[in-house]
């Protein structure tokens, strides 16, 4: 059975940038399409970034939009967000997911921002 692990996730200070991954172990990327969500405490947790199943397309929410930057390297069959400029209100558990005959979640790293 196929799963998804992240990293990347830590403390930083408004303003700053951090980078999280996601690989995939026994299944494969190619062809998946790949996205990252996040929940808030006391939030449902809601879409952040997504990429096509070749890189071909992005998509963002709002609020991310211009800062944050989802990418893939399907030969590592890894993808990442690299979040730049972060603010308090991007403080939240950061979940990766793909969509492969079925959807796969990982199992989440928290991002905290604060002074």
């Known amino acids: 059975q196929g799963q998804l692990v992240e990293s990347g996730g830590g403390l930083v200070r408004p303003g700053g940038s951090l980078t999280l991954s996601c690989t995939a172990s026994?299944?494969?990327?190619?062809?998946?399409?790949v996205s990252w969500y996040r929940q808030a405490p006391a939030k449902e947790r809601e879409f952040v970034a997504r990429?096509?199943?070749?890189?071909?397309?992005?998509s963002y929410a709002d609020s991310v939009k211009g800062r944050f930057t989802i990418s893939r390297d399907n030969a590592k069959n890894t993808f990442s967000l690299q979040m730049d400029r972060l603010q308090p209100e991007d403080t939240a558990v950061y979940y990766c997911?793909?969509?492969?005959?079925?959807?796969?979640w990982g199992q989440g790293t928290q991002v905290t921002v604060s002074l």
């Open positions: 026994e299944f494969t990327l190619s062809g998946a399409a």
């Open positions: 997911s793909a969509f492969r005959g079925s959807r796969y």
């Open positions: 990429i096509s199943n070749y890189g071909g397309s992005t």
